[in-house]
């Protein structure tokens, strides 16, 4: 199957690396083409090491880290707004 859709996957976490580290690994492992995925964490202010689990495991992924605990909904709005792929029509 060819796939033409690129994708950016938004994922705002608060001290929760375990269960991070097995989505991106469970993402990372599907089938989908992963040059057409984009993966975002925002990560809201952990303090479990979080962020730097993901730097060190998954150099690959982008990861924002807010200094200051916003909670999800302005997690995914940022992370939204780092998004590379501008669809335009």
Do not use: W
């Not at 929760?16 to 492992?29: C, D, G, P, Q, T």
């Not at 995925?37 to 993901?54: L, N, P, Q, R, Y």
């Amino acid at each position: 199957m060819k796939i033409n859709s690129s994708v950016s996957i938004v994922i705002p976490t608060h001290n929760r690396k375990e269960k991070l580290v097995r989505l991106l690994n469970s993402i990372k492992a599907s089938e989908y083409p992963q040059e057409k995925i984009e993966v975002i964490v925002v990560d809201d202010a952990s303090t479990d090491g979080t962020f730097e689990i993901v730097r060190r495991l998954l150099p690959g992924i982008k990861i924002l880290r807010n200094e200051k605990e916003k909670f999800p909904s302005a997690c995914r709005n940022l992370g939204i707004k780092k998004a590379v792929e501008i669809i335009s029509f």
